[in-house]
């Protein structure tokens, strides 16, 4: 047996230990950001599970044939724009398993046009069936090549915006989103005219639920972000009392910022609302549990996906929409607030970082319970931090209580 054989072996042993022991009202304790377990036991049941994900929007692919490439979890994914909507593949070989496709985006020049793997050239088409190997004459001539094909993950599309699970049985999107949700998706992002701007990544140094809590977690609006504070950002209230987002663990807030006049700022720009001449304007943020944001923010559209990196680094992935008829003045000022105030790189998101970093520490110390996670001594007071309670409570029916084939909520 190899030592990698020997080593999944003591994980999956580990995994199946922890899930066998598990007390369901367990409070959310440290070792849920750094144990490798755990994280192993998330990557199955969550991000290889029946969850749904936010993979990207209809508007990044110009014509049928352009893909791009993603992942969930560990799975390195291919997602294809075909006339009728977008198809999902597993990124990987069924011949012998190396990567197929590499990058981040192409087009097949048509869609008779494949996907080659350089290894042992075998080729797969727009249905992700082998269509040719290489040395076709050491095969015999009944070899059945499209039974050979790459794994196809589930896809939804609401609202434009495409959703991807490699679970065997995710709910029906609808569901799984309700209706709030749904008409939410429908109304930003839903038009024809949307625009793709583009991405921006970084690397977040905490374990990626420390980043989806934060989206959760109002209270630190305004005590850690000085922007939102000069903002004047009229306190978010999480909609906690819709039942579809209590059940499966997602969160939804609508908010409205009152700009002031004056802003003592070397440039106070970066606040400013070109496209609504009284200055005030409505702003939602919403998760998708486990980890797919929607925000609407100042003038920036944006889905955010949260992409683990290891147990203790995360990927955030801030893809950017305008609006095609947006005049260039106005294009330029999207961008520039994304990329400077609201994306991964942005004053907001530096603050995160900050923050994040710090409870990541903080996380590697003893094993212990916090006040403001819901642990069963405290329970949760403040309305956001019923929300953060909401996500963990989706989390433990998902990681521990599922069955093994990765279970929504
Ligand atoms: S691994 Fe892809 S062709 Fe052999
Ligand atoms: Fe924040």
Known sequence: MTDDKRSAERVGGAVADMLGSWDPRMPIETRLFTDPVVHRAELERIFHGNCWHIVGHVSEFGEEGAYKLHRLGEVPLIVLRVQDGVRAFVNSCPHRGAQVVRGTRGKLGSLSASFKCIYHSWVYNAEGSASGVGRRQGYPDDFPMGEHCLPRASV?????????SLGKNPPAIDDYLGRNLVGHLNRLYGSNELQYLGVQRAIFQCNWKLYVENIYDSYHAVTLHKGFKLMRLRK?????????????????SEYEVDLPDRIQLANPEIFEMRSRSDGVSSHLISNIFPASQLSQQLEVLALRCVVPRGV????????VYGRKGDAAELREHQLWQAANF??????????????LARLQVSMRGRSREFDGRGGLRFPARRADEKAIDNFYGAYRRVVFESQSDGGAA
Do not use: K, M, W
Request: zero cysteines.
């Open 342 to 355: 609201l994306g991964p790189q942005g004053l907001i998101n530096l603050e995160d970082a900050a923050a």
């Open 312 to 319: 203790e680094a995360t990927e955030i992935q801030f893809h």
């Open 236 to 252: 978010a209230a999480p909609q906690i009392d819709d039942s579809n987002i209590l059940r499966f663990g997602h969160y939804l």
């Open 156 to 164: 939804a599309l609401v609202g434009g915006v495409i959703f991807a």
